[in-house]
């Protein structure tokens, strides 16, 4: 932005992606997106050194650093691809057919750089090297094109299968379609996760999962004005409107210097490459079927620049363009409405106050003086920054790093803990039993997903198996394989959380294994309750009959902490009597449990010894 648009804008722009909501929450995590969007900004900066110099070497880097950032965040990293080519194209002094030669080049180092990783993993027999997570192949590529490719744009058909709601799953059952439109609905009213209430207090208006992301895969309805949607405008369109108005405001300015409309010149140049990596990436976001609202902070970086460049040109804006102030003034309406709307979410005063000083301040802008003009974009900078900055704050303030990131008041609320993958806490009774019964095995616990393990592995720095990989879908091990390391006593106890599904490992350790922690449906024999060691209680916080009941024919009943998650009998359970299970808000009723479906995050489970 600096060499072009001069030092002003380029510090707008730097502080108005500073204070993005999304990219502040996500540059809180490990999640790979903010160092994907450091390679693909010094990809643009290689390019636009490549043109200026004239030098194929820079070219060929720039789109080296592109097929590297496909092995930072997979095909995410070629949304820029439409920008590189067409500034290249369109800003090199070079021949056509010099500027094919060297794209096509520039192509050629694309794929190489992009596969080379993905085909040696694939190349690699898969005994000697780890299980490719939440493919269904155990392939790098089948991983890139599908589940993290098409099944972002139309849906997702594979890969963690059913394990969140509102995710645009297409499974065929009753249950997954009232809990996974196609499209990503997010206007569905859901309990937030791990069965605790809707944070009302922190959002008075409406459920608060629009601005603070309580669902992690709650992405607003399909359509071209998803992104302004509250479910993640809150997150990253503050300012999306007045980039969109910057870019139109200073596109006819420079015309009156260039005096025709698609005269091209340095600026021009550089403000088509802002634009085409924004409107591809916007277009997306509008019409795919199953991402996470972090994912736009790919947005960030054209919000920015184009915002920079846009209150830079009203800070330098002189005499009564009428033009020019009108779009300016359209643009300034548009975007202060847009935040009165997000803020109202939280405070309906705020926003009405926000709403109304705008309004003013505008009618106002068409009297002032140069003087006054200057003063104002001043004042209209920092004013339509306050909103998005506290948002931005949040995530610090809350003490937020969940593994699906966001911003917003309702974090506050809920003290950090937004719900969504990576919010699993240590239940330090079972961890205590653990650790006395457990000293001669090479794994504390085996569970079936990584965010399950990961606090009790970081609590004790001991090893905690999982099956199923990060997700807890994935097939990284057999059952014979996992029998192996029972008999060998590398493997005592099996944690089944509430997230689980009927693999055949899961089906073997409730057939053979005993229940040492946890919670269970239980079988009444008259007005007695047969107990197990333990008393557990379900994701709503009731107490659950104590029992460790064996069926009539000997055999284990199936835990309710590993399918029904506390709140009812399944199916294939028909002991307990219908007519005594309370009707308790936001518990499942007989009859209505889903045996494939799965628990809210984080819900407790049962502790399975393995003898």
């Known amino acids: 932005v600096k060499p072009y648009f001069g030092q002003r804008a380029a510090e707008i722009s730097a502080l108005v992606l500073t204070l993005t909501p999304i990219a502040a929450a996500n540059a809180r995590t490990n999640n790979m997106d903010t160092t994907l969007l450091f390679f693909l900004l ?12 004239g030098k194929l070497w820079l070219v060929l880097t720039s789109f080296a650093v592109i097929g590297i950032s496909f092995n930072i965040k997979m095909l995410q990293a070629f949304m820029v691809l439409p920008a590189m080519y067409a500034f290249y194209w369109i800003s090199s002094s070079e021949t056509w057919k010099r500027k094919l030669r060297s794209l096509s080049l520039a192509t050629i180092v694309l794929a190489v750089f992009t596969l080379i990783w993905p085909l040696s993993v694939d190349l690699t027999n898969s005994s000697k090297r780890p299980y490719v997570g939440s493919s269904s192949s155990n392939s790098v590529l089948e991983l890139a094109f599908s589940y993290n490719g098409a099944q972002r744009l139309l849906g997702q058909s594979t890969g963690i299968g059913g394990r969140f709601s509102g995710m645009g799953n297409r499974q065929k059952s009753k249950s997954a379609k009232a809990k996974t439109p196609p499209k990503g609905n997010g206007k569905q009213k859901k309990k937030a996760p791990g069965g605790q209430p809707n944070m009302k207090a922190a959002a008075p208006k409406g459920n608060g999962q629009q601005n603070g992301g309580n669902n992690p895969f709650n992405v607003g309805k399909a359509g071209p004005f998803r992104v302004f949607q509250k479910e993640l405008g809150g997150q990253i369109s503050w300012l999306l409107a007045f980039a969109i108005t910057s870019l139109t405001a200073v596109w006819t300015a420079l015309n009156e210097q260039l005096k025709k409309w698609t005269r091209l010149d340095e600026k021009r140049r550089q403000l088509l490459y802002w634009s085409l990596w924004l409107i591809p990436t916007a277009g997306f976001f509008s019409v795919a079927g199953f991402f996470h609202p972090y994912y736009t902070v790919m947005m960030a970086p054209p919000i920015a620049a184009l915002s920079g460049i846009g209150f830079a040109h009203m800070i330098s804006l002189k005499g009564q363009n009428s033009k020019l102030k009108a779009l300016y003034s359209i643009g300034l309406l548009i975007t202060t409405m847009l935040q009165a709307w997000y803020v109202s979410e939280y405070s309906v005063i705020l926003a009405v106050l926000l709403a109304f000083c705008s309004v003013c301040a505008i009618a106002a802008f068409w009297h002032f003086n140069d003087g006054q003009q200057k003063k104002f974009a001043k004042f209209c900078l920092a004013a339509l920054l306050v909103a998005p900055g506290f948002w931005s704050l949040t995530p610090a303030l809350a003490g937020e790093s969940a593994a699906i990131p966001s911003a917003g008041p309702s974090l506050l609320g809920r003290n950090g803990n937004a719900g969504g993958s990576g919010n699993e806490q240590v239940d330090s009774k079972m961890l205590k039993y653990l650790e006395k019964h457990s000293r001669n095995t090479k794994y504390l616990f085996a569970t079936m997903d990584a965010n399950t393990a990961a606090p009790y592995i970081i609590k004790t720095q001991k090893a905690v198996m999982t099956i199923g990989g990060y997700n807890g879908t994935d097939d990284a091990i057999t059952l014979r394989q996992f029998k192996q390391l029972v008999r060998k006593g590398q493997i005592k106890y099996f944690y089944l959380s509430g997230k689980t599904t009927n693999n055949e490992i899961v089906k073997w350790v409730k057939k053979h294994g005993r229940i040492v922690y946890g919670k269970q449906t239980t079988e009444k024999t008259g007005s007695k309750t047969q107990n197990s060691p333990f008393n557990g209680q379900n994701q709503n916080g009731n107490m659950m009959p104590k029992g460790n009941t064996q069926a009539p024919n000997g055999q284990q009943q199936p835990s309710a902490g590993g399918q029904n998650q ?40 049962v502790l399975y010894q393995l003898d």
């Open 42 to 53: 010094v990809a643009g900066y290689i390019l636009q050194k490549a043109v200026a110099l």
């Open 566 to 605: 506390g709140n009812g009998p399944s199916k294939g359970n028909s002991h307990r009597q219908p007519g005594k299970m309370p009707k308790q808000k936001g518990m499942k009723q007989p009859g209505k449990t889903n045996r494939n479906s799965f628990s809210a995050f984080g819900s407790q489970g």
